[in-house]
């Protein structure tokens, strides 16, 4: 098929399957439809939040076939076919992620609403340099804004979950 | 007066003690579990069946009249249910709420004229928001631009176009007011020299991560609204919306959602509510309104204080302080609706911890082509508490006194608590050199003193600030209305209530009434019921009603609600106790005062092992009536509430000579930054920061800490990178996240030290004072002086925020070519 | 212009925005406008979609543009997505050229060790670049093509004398780096041409470099940035390269900067008089964050400490 024949018009939909913490879906949708809005709307999964819609508060982030990114800069079908990780994967109230139970051990969230972007930023983080300092945290999670704790209960969390999972 | 007299009796019941089993512990926070797996319902997490989604045409004039508007193309998009221009929805709905008396009115969708950038000029309704943007982009509005009104000393002689209300007269002008405290004018005279400066306090916002946002329903069935909101003030005076919408009040109710964040933004939010419940009348449908960031920065109706102080304090040349005056010119922006709450807020603490004699507060309030203000962490204080600082230190400078002994020398000492300040309200309690030596060790400042001199010999720029402020706490309403001109809704209630109810198999269910922002309100429900009653923190549910169930409860804002919440909680678990006595008496036939709570049972008094849990006890209360006392004044159930007055308010002075008690629970903090200036780029690094904050008891210090740490931060985002810049046009130049800097975790200490000191409150209850506004009240300040400090080998003095690169570098080169 | 900082890469219609002054919030927006979508497989149908959408615009990391599309302050009629095209995402030590191709994800880049090897003053831009997951998503090959004024990246190619490979229907030609960055957002790409290859000299052996950034936080755009490399022998200046971010439309090259060290001494005298000129040689703009004479200030601070930064890195191994 030539790319002429393989243009989406704007109004039709594209069909797209997407795997979301180890759930497979198979969605239509519109060439604009935002990965962000896709993840909360079309699937229903509100965990994932909206803070800016341009790319700067990190509230949004996930994790893209592992690597930690913006939803909000992503469009659904640039995720055609990736494996997708929210927060309602990591972890439920009766078995906490180790990053969970470090956030919740030390109060590195008030209001919660920037903290599964945090979470998923810190995944990532933990997950390529296991020993990460305090110096790598804050540079990790640089791009994460928060309005409510001042940022040092989160460091401190990651650091102790790091712990418990080098432990482990 | 005598000092009995002015100040009503305590009505605390509950002590402090030198031991608690459940408060004062950091207990890990009862509302975290939902939040850390993604279950925190926020407004825009509302979804609600055939719910339409919308969106607003913001209005790209800073002032202008509307001249046509024509919808036509936008309501043919397929996919669109509703255009709504401001005239057809003040058909149906009235101005917003507003306290300001004569009020300055404001719509949902503005009507006739545009005041702000940003402004709603119509709204969309449509079955997604993508579609409703696309229909905004297809709206033609046609604008006659009117002078823009930017600069607040020049709207002071607004007159013609370039007024904003031209039914409130030919001005800006929203309020002009002097108050005198005292011998001013005397204090003046005896004075030795006067410091006088004028200070620049910057328009800067709460900007919580979650925007405002409402979900509404209207029930066709019933005439009735159902909104969902991140508003507080629901079960205070949600009513006010009902009002706007054109409702009687029994035919709103709304839901509360959890707020991602608030920092007084959200005390009271009603025009996404009220914008949200006229789309849903109009189409039939729920209709959800979030604010987009954007809608947010321009919209949000909650910007900061924007102030200019020309400020003088009379001292005398050893050091005491005697008077002080302040003109302040404050831009409101383009309405009014809290009046100027901000600055009978100020008037709480505006002497800060000092022994000051007198005071003079001439207030001009305008009006502007801006964002209006709402509440920001402080409320008008933090700005008073940097003018008096600074005032403070260029007293110190002037006279060549060290900053700490100005300060020791001028507190207020320990044995004159109840204090009252020349404005009328009330200190609690307090102990102020106590905080000042706890800090200056925490931050070990004197090594910190040496190490600036050397570092110093290096070239290098250190500076060391001190800031000593205070942290008034548990508003009192007459805040809103005490500079009013006109009376008319001198409110003087703001209470807190709970329920709570213990069910048949003894788990309690505590029920608020105010809005969760972050604070931590469960977990001090949890922790002080589990006090009071012996209970198992696991076995307490708490939860929060709508305004269709609920109390009048004011909600969090101004420090209070930890206070607040705690008197609820106490005073409802008083009433369940004393009829638990009763039961337990009546079943152990034992004399009720012999018995006691322990252990989550009434027992005997040195005898523990005769008991009832209160499981049973509740068991017996709810099902088995004939086993109680024959008193009909006993009921079938555990159940009550509580509705928790203001511990201790009382109101002006007709003749306006003392402003009463309003604001009287007295916090107390010391902050201590180190910091370094790269001279040539004018960045700053923290090389240290320590602070001792004194809020009384403490029912959680790891919360609480968390309060001074987020309010740091938010301090370091005031006094160093945020500014909502307008330019001449009344542009806002910097509505995006790329361009108002937040603080991230890289400008923010890595350790911000945290120490206490505990003066209990006599009036409230266990001595319990807030702390909510935390660091933000004590950072600015602390801050400016850090950055004075270290640039004081070129001499220069700052007046103005916030001190980003460019303005330093700007200080500095100006200082650097005045030298030889 | 109040978007300060975003960029997208629309030749063209970004001239008519920027002299739209007046209005900076019209419209309500976070959702992007609807556009024509084609996801190439291959070089070929991006290509060729290219040549036969005039609206079309590229869609690869998206981080800047998706950004300005939520804003409504773009509006392609027809988007290209080649984040399929797995064939352009490569960095290659070829011979005595780094090759790194435009799909390349900044995070890669970032942390390549061939990367270091070649070019070490990309690796040290890298550090005031963006956060972790901008740099993800972000391409090599569209942040150049964005050509935002702030932005590292222009700086470190026109200062390592890189060659961008512009591909099209009509077949393939070479932009030195120094001829691409034309002004605001404009490049010398054509409407119907990929950037496909970016392609490094080397650094020769020996060769310090620096990159030193001021931004009010940390990976934020820049106010000012200073890209700068320096070939010495016994101590003295073979050649110098210093080029400025945030000081005018596109990044620019000081070569009256470089003047003052080529063939001298580095020495605090000739390192002072090289970032003087870098000072008196820029007109740069005035915003809120910073005002002219503070970029100014920067060009010499920054220069100085850049090519101060550089000498000490001469000589020794990358």
Redesign the interface.
């Known amino acids: 098929m030539?790319?002429?024949e393989?243009?989406?018009?704007?109004?039709d939909s594209?069909k797209i399957n997407v795997t979301v913490n180890g759930r497979s879906h198979e969605r239509e949708v519109?060439?604009?439809?935002?990965l962000s809005?896709f993840i909360?709307?079309d699937l229903?999964?509100?965990?994932?939040?909206?803070?800016?819609?341009?790319?700067?508060?990190?509230?949004c982030?996930i994790l893209?076939n592992g690597?930690?990114?913006?939803s909000?800069?992503?469009?659904a079908?640039?995720a055609d076919g990736a494996e997708i990780s929210?927060?309602?994967g990591?972890?439920?109230?009766d078995d906490?992620h180790p990053l969970?139970a470090a956030?919740?051990?030390k109060?590195g969230?008030?209001?919660?609403?920037?903290?599964?972007g945090m979470?998923m930023?810190a995944l990532?983080l933990l997950r390529e340099n296991p020993s990460a300092n305090?110096e790598d945290i804050?540079?990790?999670?640089?791009?994460?804004?928060?309005?409510?704790?001042?940022?040092?209960?989160?460091?401190d969390a990651v650091e102790l979950a790091a712990e418990t999972m080098r432990g482990a | 007066m005598s000092l009995d007299a002015y100040i009503p009796e305590s009505r605390q019941t509950e002590k402090p003690r030198d031991s608690y089993k459940w408060i004062g512990k950091s207990m890990k926070r009862v509302e975290d579990p939902r939040l850390l797996v993604g279950r925190g319902n926020f407004a825009d997490d509302v979804n609600l069946p055939d719910m339409a989604h919308s969106a607003i045409l913001r209005s790209p004039h800073a002032h202008a009249r509307i001249l046509r508007i024509d919808k036509s193309k936008a309501e043919a998009l397929p996919g669109v249910l509703c255009v709504m221009t401001g005239e057809e929805a003040a058909e149906v709905t009235g101005p917003l709420p507003s306290w300001a008396n004569p009020p300055v009115h404001q719509y949902c969708i503005a009507q006739e004229r545009v005041r702000h950038v940003g402004e709603a000029v119509a709204a969309v309704a449509a079955e997604n928001r993508y579609i409703a943007e696309d229909a905004c982009d297809l709206i033609e509005v046609e604008y006659e631009p009117l002078p823009a009104v930017v600069d607040l000393e020049e709207a002071l002689s607004s007159t013609g176009d370039a007024v904003l209300h031209p039914y409130r007269g030919d001005t800006n002008v929203a309020l002009a007011r002097t108050f005198t405290f005292g011998p001013v004018e005397e204090d003046f005279a005896k004075a030795d020299r006067v410091i006088e400066r004028r200070f620049r306090w910057p328009r800067s916002g709460g900007t919580p991560m979650e925007t405002h946002g409402a979900v509404a329903s209207f029930d066709p069935g019933t005439g009735k609204f159902t909104i969902h909101a991140n508003t507080s003030m629901y079960n205070y005076c949600g009513w006010m919306i009902a009002d706007s919408l054109g409702v009687p009040a029994h035919k709103l109710n709304i839901i509360p959602t959890l707020a991602g964040g608030s920092f007084g933004a959200k005390l009271f939010s009603h025009k996404p509510c009220v914008l949200a419940a006229t789309l849903a009348r109009a189409t039939g449908r729920p209709v959800k309104f979030m604010e987009d960031r954007i809608d947010n920065t321009t919209g949000c109706d909650a910007h900061g204080s924007d102030r200019v102080y020309y400020a003088k304090l009379a001292i005398k040349d050893d050091g005491t302080l005697l008077s002080l005056r302040t003109h302040i010119i404050d831009d409101y922006g383009a309405y009014f609706q809290f009046g100027v709450g901000q600055h009978g807020n100020a008037l709480s603490q505006c002497v800060g911890p000092y022994q000051i004699n007198s005071v003079e507060v001439e207030l001009e309030a305008v009006l502007t082509n801006k964002c209006q203000q709402g509440a920001y962490r402080g409320f008008g204080s933090e700005v008073a508490n940097f003018v008096i600082e600074r005032l403070v230190d260029g007293a110190a400078a002037e006279l060549g006194m060290d900053v700490v002994d100005i300060r020791r020398k001028n507190f207020i000492t320990p044995d004159q608590f109840p204090y009252l300040i020349p404005t009328g309200n009330m200190y609690d309690s307090g102990n102020y050199a106590a905080v000042l030596d706890e800090t200056l060790k925490l931050s070990e400042y004197d090594s910190w003193r040496a190490k600036q001199a050397e570092m110093r010999k290096q070239g290098r720029y250190i500076g060391i600030g001190v800031a000593t402020c205070q942290e008034r706490s548990v508003f009192s309403t007459t805040e809103f209305w005490m500079w009013n001109l006109e009376p008319g809704g001198e409110w003087t209630s703001s209470p807190d209530a709970v329920s709570l109810k213990i069910d048949p198999t003894g788990k309690a269910f505590v029920t608020l009434h105010s809005p969760f922002w972050g604070n931590s309100p469960e977990t001090v429900v949890v922790q002080v019921l589990a006090e009071q009653m012996t209970l198992d923190p696991a076995d307490i549910e708490v939860t929060y009603s709508d305004s269709d169930q609920g109390f009048n409860s004011t909600g969090p804002g101004g420090s209070r609600f930890t206070v607040m919440v705690t008197g609820a909680v106490v005073g409802a678990a008083h009433k369940l106790k004393k009829k638990l006595l009763r039961i337990a008496g009546h079943l152990m036939e034992a004399d009720t005062a012999d018995l006691e709570f322990r252990d989550g049972a009434v027992s005997l008094k040195g005898a523990p092992d005769k008991r009832l849990t209160i499981a049973e006890l509740a068991n017996t209360a709810h099902y088995f009536r004939l086993d109680l006392p024959e008193d009909l004044d006993l009921t079938s159930g555990l159940d009550t509430s509580y509705v928790y007055d203001h511990p201790v308010t009382t109101l002006p002075a007709k003749d306006n000579s003392h402003m009463g008690i309003f604001y009287p629970i007295m916090g107390h903090m010391c902050h201590i930054p180190v910091i370094e200036i790269d001279i040539e780029t004018g960045k700053i690094s923290f090389l240290n920061y320590a602070c001792v904050h004194d809020c009384g008891t403490m029912v959680n210090p790891m919360t609480l800490k968390g309060h001074v740490r987020g309010g740091v931060v938010n301090g370091i985002g005031s006094a160093l990178m945020e500014h909502y810049h307008y330019d001449e046009n009344g542009q806002l130049q910097n509505a995006l996240f790329t361009d108002y800097l937040l603080p991230s975790v890289l400008e923010s200490p890595d350790d911000i030290k945290i120490g206490h000191v505990v003066t209990p409150s006599p009036f409230t209850e266990y001595g319990i004072k807030g702390g909510g506004e935390g660091g933000r009240m004590g950072a600015p300040p602390a801050l400016a002086a850090a950055v004075e400090d270290a640039l004081r080998p070129l001499g220069i003095t700052i007046d103005e925020l916030p001190l980003s690169p460019s303005r330093l570098r700007g200080l500095i080169r100006e200082a650097q070519a005045g030298q030889p | 212009m109040a978007v300060r900082g975003i960029s997208y890469s629309l030749v063209g219609p970004i001239a008519e925005l920027c002299e739209r002054k007046k209005t900076n919030w019209d419209g309500g927006a976070v959702k992007p406008a609807p556009f024509d979508y084609v996801r190439a497989e291959n070089v070929e149908e991006a290509l060729s979609a290219l040549a036969a959408n005039a609206e079309a615009q590229i869609l690869a990391g998206g981080q800047s543009l998706i950004a300005m599309m939520n804003l409504r302050l773009a509006k392609p009629g027809c988007l290209i997505d080649i984040n399929r095209l797995s064939d352009l995402d490569y960095i290659r030590a070829e011979g005595d050229e780094l090759a790194i191709g435009a799909l390349t994800r900044h995070t890669a880049a970032a942390t390549s060790p061939v990367v270091a090897e070649f070019c070490p003053l990309m690796t040290a831009a890298y550090d005031f670049i963006a956060h972790r997951a901008v740099r993800n998503r972000g391409t090599v090959g569209g942040n150049l093509c964005h050509a935002d004024p702030s932005s590292e990246n222009p700086a470190v190619a026109i200062a390592s004398g890189a060659t961008f490979v512009l591909n099209s229907i009509d077949g393939e030609r070479r932009v030195a780096a120094e001829d691409f960055f034309l002004g605001l957002y404009e490049t010398a790409a054509k409407q119907n041409e990929l950037l496909t290859e970016i392609r490094i000299p080397k650094a020769p052996a020996g060769q310090g470099w620096s990159f030193q950034e001021t931004s009010t936080r940390k990976g934020d755009f820049a106010l000012v940035g200073i890209a700068a490399t320096l070939d010495c022998s016994n101590d003295a200046c073979k050649d110098a390269r210093v080029v400025a971010i945030g000081v005018d439309e596109r990044a620019v090259r000081l070569n009256s900067a470089e003047a003052p060290i080529t063939g001298a001494a580095i020495d605090d005298t000739s390192l002072t008089a090289a970032a003087e000129a870098a000072r008196d040689s820029v007109d740069p703009p005035s915003d809120f964050h910073a005002d002219s004479d503070f970029r100014r200030d920067l060009v010499f601070s920054l220069t100085k400490r850049a090519l101060s930064e550089a000498h000490g890195r001469c000589g020794k191994e990358g």
């Not at chain 1, 393989?6 to 109004?11: D, E, H, L, Q, S």
């Not at chain 1, 519109?30 to 935002?34: A, C, F, T, V």
């Not at chain 1, 969230?109 to 599964?116: A, D, E, S």
């Open positions: 030539g790319a002429a393989k243009k989406v018009n704007a109004m594209v519109e060439p604009r439809r935002l809005d909360r709307e229903r999964l509100t965990g994932t939040h909206l803070g800016c819609e341009h790319g700067v508060c990190g509230s982030t893209m690597q930690s990114t913006r909000c800069l992503t469009f079908v640039m929210t927060i309602e990591l972890g439920s109230i906490m969970q956030f919740w051990e109060h969230l008030q209001c919660g609403f920037c903290t599964p979470l930023t990532e305090r804050r540079e990790a999670l640089s791009g994460n804004l928060c309005r409510c704790t001042g940022y040092q209960t989160i460091v």
